[in-house]
């Protein structure tokens, strides 16, 4: 077997991919069925989800965990509900306009930061990375393996009629290595890659603590985690330190409204929100403090190596880079 790769398709998984997989749940051993992932240790299953491109098809192995219903606690409930939410508005938000003016913006947004603030290199797991946007940032020479991994598993979906998407990032019409997962659930062995990034993406996970710990787990020996995130405290101007929940969604859902979307669609949120009280409804699970974030790396034994906080008005986002001790 040489990998997986989909013809004249977005996605892939290289042979050295399929060598590093495990099961996500019991960390076990895996072999190739037909066209599943089978687990020999406690026989779960991870089959091939078709992704529609127009007229033909491409696979996609999901590795998410499935329960049923009657194993399912009320805040996992809850979790998906907010999640499902969140990849609804994914394909009206981002996917549906094709705006080639936005996704100019976006990479201008955080071109600096990889550019002069960030070194990323080696074998690089991209958690919540979606279609790999962060490949146009990366140095093909300097990058031996990479994958994204997102619970979005149909992300790339009629990926070639998103002709803005492509002209803006040229390198997403290379095939990239891609599966779907939890990030509590990662289907990787320990200690497997150089860096872990993770951009702003903490905010929507079911169990911050496990992701972390689970990122430990992949990552080599002093291996770097890149986090960003949106946060309240620090050098943020924002300091709201009651827990009024709406006022802190309010304020993190405005700024990236306008920082990706531009004022008119700040006004147009607006609006709606003075005409129905559900206009601005969040799909953030939890609302970042500062203090919080660093507990939570230094918790789950990472140093921190490096702050960037971005430039005002957007500097309630901060950027780390953690080193996993040993």
């Not at 669609?265 to 403090?289: M, Q």
Request: glycine letters at 6%; hydrophobic letters at 35%; a positive charge.
């Amino acid at each position: 077997m040489v990998g997986i790769k989909n013809k004249k398709m977005y996605t892939k998984l290289d042979q050295e991919i399929i060598n590093i997989l495990c099961c996500p749940l019991c960390k076990g051993s895996l072999e190739m069925v037909g066209d599943k992932f089978f687990c020999k240790d406690c026989a779960n299953q991870y089959p091939l989800h078709d992704v529609q491109q127009e007229k033909e098809k491409e696979g996609v192995f999901d590795f998410r965990i499935y329960r049923p219903d009657y194993c399912i606690t009320a805040g996992f409930a809850k979790w998906f509900d907010v999640q499902s939410d969140y990849e609804e508005g994914y394909f009206e938000r981002d996917i549906k306009p094709d705006n080639l003016e936005e996704y100019q913006r976006e990479i201008n947004f955080v071109k600096e930061i990889y550019d002069k603030e960030f070194d990323i290199k080696g074998r690089v797991l991209d958690v919540g990375g979606g279609e790999g946007k962060l490949r146009h940032f990366i140095k093909k020479n300097e990058v031996s393996l990479y994958i994204s991994v997102d619970p979005i598993i149909n992300g790339f979906e009629n990926f070639r009629l998103r002709k803005n998407l492509l002209k803006a990032y040229p390198r997403l019409a290379e095939p990239c290595n891609f599966l779907s997962c939890y990030s509590e659930h990662l289907p990787f062995k320990a200690n497997i890659f150089d860096c872990v990034h993770m951009k702003s993406v903490l905010d929507h996970f079911q169990d911050p603590y496990i992701a972390i710990k689970e990122v430990y787990r992949v990552l080599k020996p002093k291996g770097i985690l890149i986090i960003s995130s949106t946060t309240y405290g620090g050098k943020s101007f924002s300091k709201i330190e009651d827990r009024d929940i709406f006022w802190r969604r309010l304020i993190s859902d405005a700024v990236y409204k306008f920082r990706i979307y531009g004022f008119k669609s700040l006004i147009e949120a607006i609006i709606k929100k003075l005409f129905n009280k559900k206009g601005w409804a969040t799909t953030h699970i939890i609302n970042w403090r500062y203090e919080d974030l660093i507990d939570l790396l230094r918790k789950t034994n990472f140093s921190i190596q490096k702050e960037y906080w971005q430039k005002p008005p957007f500097d309630m986002i901060v950027w780390i880079e953690a080193k996993k001790l040993t």
